[in-house]
């Protein structure tokens, strides 16, 4: 039929989109590698099949690996508001061709004198607290390389700017009340064009090892990383997320259904639901949408007072704390806003 005859055309357009996209694989894993991609946006890659692979596959399969891979792209600007350098399209000669937000430099200049407390949960035993970091936009030449301006895409990075620590962390273990020294500290904000997010990253150098119990925050290079969210973007984000969440409910509904159900024809019926259920959760993981944050989870961050036009920029109050050991990112941990010197202490509580 003429229905049948588009249907089979549509899924061989789509296979041969999905050949061209696979045979990217091995370059973007050796750009992975090249930019210290962490093992969960390197993971997402390993998803694609190989091009012999595909080849082989029958047309509604490679159609549901097509459907996977335009999940991931969808997700692709929530994981690289935590990983800036770790794009999902990496390798490719579009991302060359990206530009940086429009307003990044006037978001960037409003946050001068801005100083944010911070909590560091290392594991599950080492918690540190009172870590206070004092924001200038002055440059700075004296700092660890960072993620953006030092990674293998700086035109999307706003360049290393003054970073003080301003009050140290500090745990309590069995040797006693400690104090984590830092040095070469300095930060930037890294966001591409039309992006709904972006990220504050946060580098420094810790000077010694730091232990509790069996959990050790490590010498070295470490950098933590909040997302930065334009209002529109976070409404997108939450949408998709609430979608994901809906597909979960009705799973869970269907299996009840499907559970309770005695007769056999009712049950057969309800079993299709429930695999129907299960299958749009598989293509909308929850998991994916982790780092959406809540209404409660954010906090608007200052705008430059002679820009007018400029949006509403949202800074998400939970981030994660990650070292560098070449050419690998080790995640160590998350962070957490308790306290910032443009909102009320109330908004912590």
Excluded at 69 to 88: D, G, H, K, R, W
Excluded at 313 to 341: D, R
Aim: glycine share 6%; hydrophobic share 35%; aromatic share 6%.
């Amino acid at each position: 039929s003429i229905a049948s005859q588009v249907c089979n055309r549509s899924i061989n357009q789509s296979a041969r989109r999905l050949i061209s996209f696979a045979s990217h694989k091995n370059q973007i894993l050796k750009d992975f590698h090249r930019s210290s991609s962490l093992s969960l946006v390197s993971s997402l890659i390993h998803h694609i099949p190989s091009k012999e692979h595909i080849k082989t596959m029958k047309s509604t399969a490679a159609m549901k690996s097509l459907a996977f891979l335009a999940i991931i792209a969808m997700q692709q600007q929530e994981v690289s508001a935590f990983f800036p350098s770790s794009i999902l399209s990496a390798g490719l000669s579009s991302l060359s061709k990206t530009k940086i937000h429009p307003q990044l430099c006037d978001i960037v200049n409003a946050q001068d004198d801005t100083v944010l407390q911070i909590t560091l949960n290392i594991g599950q035993q080492l918690g540190i607290q009172g870590l206070t970091f004092e924001f200038h936009t002055d440059g700075n030449d004296d700092v660890v390389p960072l993620p953006g301006i030092n990674g293998p895409h700086p035109h999307l990075s706003s360049g290393a700017r003054q970073l003080i620590v301003q009050k140290e962390g500090g745990f309590v273990s069995m040797a006693g009340a400690q104090h984590v020294k830092m040095d070469h500290a300095c930060w930037e904000m890294v966001w591409k064009e039309d992006a709904p997010a972006g990220s504050l990253i946060c580098g420094f150098e810790i000077m010694d090892d730091y232990k509790r119990n069996e959990v050790t925050l490590p010498k070295g290079r470490a950098y933590i990383s909040f997302p930065i969210w334009t209002t529109e973007g976070l409404k997108m984000a939450r949408e998709h997320k609430d979608r994901a969440l809906g597909f979960v409910k009705d799973k869970n509904d269907a299996l009840d259904k499907f559970q309770q159900e005695s007769n056999p024809i009712r049950k057969a019926l309800q079993y299709r639901e429930a695999c129907l259920a299960a299958e749009k959760c598989s293509l909308y993981p929850v998991k994916n949408y982790d780092i959406v944050p809540d209404e409660d989870e954010t906090v608007q961050i200052p705008k430059h007072q002679d820009n007018e036009e400029q949006q509403d920029i949202w800074l998400t109050t939970k981030g994660l704390i990650w070292s560098k050991e070449a050419p690998h990112q080790i995640l160590l941990g998350s962070a957490n806003i308790v306290k910032s010197s443009f909102v009320s202490d109330d908004h912590f509580n």
